[in-house]
């Protein structure tokens, strides 16, 4: 679909909602899970909800990803997959327990697109949002991302089509330019396209997270609008929070993204996991949900404690000791029968490769393990072989995620330090068969 300048500032109709359906609230000071690549998907979705998030995003997906994706509900991993009729690959992988709180974020440069990848996932998810604010190459060379905020007309055509088609409150995330005048040029005339909400990253295209965010745009952008604006960016704390209530009290709600990567137990009010049981449930969750190994690994890379070398146990001959507890005492040196972790240096981690190697490193997620393989292989000896889906290269998880019905043999993408990929292992050969079933079941489907 070839955009123009012609789409219409204000959206000739809202899709109409299904009867006794309820918008998602993005105001009254909504804490929110920002949408990150890895470190977003399912496992961390589910630890911030259950320790009080209000909203979660999904990492980005590209719409045309997304609209070539089979819905397949995996009663394996008690999940629902999209997954890729090109490749076989997962393209999203969602719960049906976070649907009410669930906004999926797509990447598009095109509106016929956009609402197709949106329309795919809307029965799954309370929300869906434009990516508008992504700096990476691979985003900018697509026309998606960072590279809409120089295309206005492009950007507010996808959220006209979006808020015209899509039965789901439509958001876009975007940055701030290179002035608080041009910024609110853009999110009134984004405001004009029906949109639910807008969300403000506090930093430029052209600055990187270490750069420091501009808090002080918040006030004026959210002033100028009657839609709420959530603030986005060195939000590191609860501490912050109630500061940039301060600085900014027009602002309607929270993102977090670097935070939660560390702990998300951020979102918890009364109480915080310390680092080490932050780590101890994310594994285990990563397992639960069935995260494809390197990237649990990549996440819990980000949590480790970086001072852990210094601060960790050693045995008399200077060792690090293997993971265990610590007993804490009272001031008067009495034993309080309070337990913490204590966790290896980080190197323990690096060196892992497999979710079993990654047991003698993690306490207790052996337990876990074990129990979620029996329960998936029981399921898959009763499902067969007919719902096998074959992944040949990475996408949200990856090319080894186990535990797909009677699924033995994976295929798996060799890469460079760069991230390119260099070949395959070779393989049995199945994959064309498994491609063949997956695209007659879905012909079956129409």
């Known amino acids: ?68 994706s089979k819905r397949v509900l995996n009663v394996v991993a008690n999940t629902t997959d999209f997954v890729d009729l090109d490749d076989g690959s997962i393209n999203l992988r969602l719960h049906a327990e976070e649907k009410s709180k669930l906004v999926v974020q797509i990447g598009s440069s095109d509106p016929e697109n956009a609402v197709k990848a949106a329309l795919a996932v809307a029965d799954d998810c309370s929300g869906i949002d434009l990516n508008c604010g992504c700096p990476k190459k691979f985003s900018i060379v697509s026309a998606m991302g960072a590279a809409l905020l120089s295309q206005p007309d492009r950007l507010c055509g996808i959220l006209t089509a979006l808020v015209e088609n899509v039965p789901l409150p439509i958001t876009a995330k975007i940055r701030m330019l290179e002035t608080p005048e041009k910024t609110i040029e853009l999110v009134q005339r984004i405001e004009k396209t029906g949109v639910s909400a807008i969300t403000l990253h506090c930093r430029l295209r052209s600055e990187r997270p270490q750069d420091p965010g501009h808090w002080d745009i918040f006030e004026r952008v959210a002033q100028s609008i009657k839609i709420p604006l959530i603030a986005n960016g060195d939000i590191y704390s609860m501490e912050d929070v109630e500061r940039l209530k301060k600085i900014a009290p027009s602002v309607s709600s929270f993102m977090l993204a670097r935070a939660p990567e560390s702990n998300f137990s951020i979102f918890n009010p ?30 819990l890379m980000q949590m480790w404690p970086a001072s852990q070398k210094k601060t960790n146990r050693r045995s008399k001959k200077g060792k690090p000791q293997n993971i265990g507890v610590v007993k804490s005492q009272d001031e008067d040196g009495t034993d309080d029968s309070v337990v913490a972790p204590v966790l290896p ?21 052996r337990e876990v393990l074990d129990k979620c393989e029996a329960e998936r292989l029981e399921r898959s000896e009763r499902l067969g072989r007919e719902d096998l889906i074959r992944k040949d290269v990475v996408a949200e998880l990856g090319p080894d995620c186990p535990y797909l019905p009677n699924e033995d043999i994976m295929h798996r993408v060799k890469r460079n330090s760069d991230g390119q990929v260099t070949g395959k292992e070779e393989v049995d050969g199945e994959a064309d068969v498994a491609r063949k079933k997956l695209r007659e079941s879905v012909e079956d489907d129409k």
Not at 11 to 34: C, F, M, N, Q
Not at 276 to 291: G, H, L, W
């Open 1 to 68: 679909m070839d955009v123009t300048p012609t789409w219409p500032q204000i959206p000739r109709h809202t899709a109409a909602r299904p009867a006794g359906h309820v918008d998602l609230e993005y105001g009254h000071g909504k804490l929110i899970l920002a949408p990150m690549v890895r470190c977003g998907t399912l496992p961390m979705r589910m630890l911030a909800l259950s320790e009080g998030a209000d909203i979660v995003f999904s990492p980005e997906t590209i719409d045309r990803r997304l609209a070539r």
């Open 270 to 299: 009364l109480i915080q996991k310390t680092p080490s049981e932050a780590i101890i449930a994310y594994a285990k969750a990563a397992v639960t949900y069935d995260m494809v190994f390197h990237n649990c690994k990549y996440v």
């Open 345 to 365: 240096p980080i190197l323990s981690l690096a060196r892992t490769k497999s979710y079993q190697e990654l047991c003698e490193v993690v306490p207790g997620l």
